[in-house]
């Protein structure tokens, strides 16, 4: 596969991951990425954390980018995309990692005819096993397509979908591991209440939820299924189980998500009319 140089601008805890997941892997070597932050201390940090060459100007890593990801907070992306328009390369993949920036909007801040790639990781990139989805718009080839998703294989595992489903990622995969570290912080507060030390509460509830999660993955089984095989009759399980499901486990996890998809709304409305 064709070696490409890739630039960030922002470098914050996403594109860290990214950066992390891409440099141990081997897909990208450091002289081939380019990041830009907005201070010499954040740029200092990223460049002794990684290896990297870091700087302050967004133009120069647009310049130096054949694959140029823009990791900024989504009120940010205009005034990024009106001061690099000028310096990124017709050939130049853009790659948006931010909840409610959509490929039109991206157009219509640059060029009908840019290359764009809207994704959406998460921050389990940093130790290679994020889950990253992806969409692109019409002027991606199939041969950068394979490209993008390797980059994003590098830290994890990719799925490409439709762009209408995008607004609905950041609930699922993207925002989810917060749910996740608040359940493992939880359990862990549930040992520490019966006697188990904090710290060996913490690995396991985290292995216990790491394990699940393989076990769905890996032997293709539906969740309840697997959820079934560990509650005995009568048992310990099924009365914890009986407890979740009075105490609306389920429903709050939805209702949860509904407010994520809510406010990405708003942030795709509040950006397309700041496209006008």
């Known amino acids: 596969m064709e070696k490409r140089k890739v630039g960030f601008i922002g470098c914050g805890k996403m594109a860290q991951a990214m950066v992390n997941g891409m440099l141990q892997s081997s897909f990208s070597q450091r002289e081939d990425i380019l990041a830009s932050t907005k201070s010499a201390e954040s740029a200092e940090i990223v460049k002794e954390a990684f290896q990297i060459e870091t700087i302050l100007d967004n133009k120069q890593v647009a310049r130096f980018a054949d694959v140029l990801i823009i990791a900024v907070k989504p009120h940010l992306y205009g005034e990024v995309l009106q001061e690099i328009s000028s310096y990124v390369k017709e050939e130049t993949i853009i790659v948006t990692v931010a909840a409610g920036i959509d490929m039109a909007y991206i157009e219509s801040q640059m060029s009908e005819k840019i290359k764009v790639i809207r994704s959406m990781p998460n921050t389990p990139s940093l130790v290679g096993e994020g889950m990253t989805v992806f969409c692109a718009n019409a002027r991606i080839n199939e041969e950068e397509i394979a490209f993008i998703k390797a980059m994003f294989s590098s830290f994890g595992q990719v799925e490409m979908v439709d762009e209408s489903l995008m607004d609905y990622i950041p609930a ?85 998500m509904e407010s994520c998809d809510r406010k990405n709304s708003k942030m795709q409305n509040r950006n397309e009319k700041d496209s006008f």
């Open 172 to 256: 699922i995969s993207g925002s989810s591991p917060a749910y996740v570290y608040m359940f493992i912080e939880a359990l862990a507060d549930g040992g520490v209440r019966s006697g188990i030390p904090r710290d060996k509460a913490y690995k396991l509830a985290a292995q216990s939820v790491l394990g699940a999660a393989k076990m769905v993955l890996e032997t293709g089984k539906h969740p309840g299924v697997l959820k079934d095989e560990v509650c005995t009759p009568g048992g310990a399980t099924i009365e914890a189980i009986t407890t979740l499901e009075q105490n609306q486990f389920r429903g709050t996890i939805l209702a949860a």
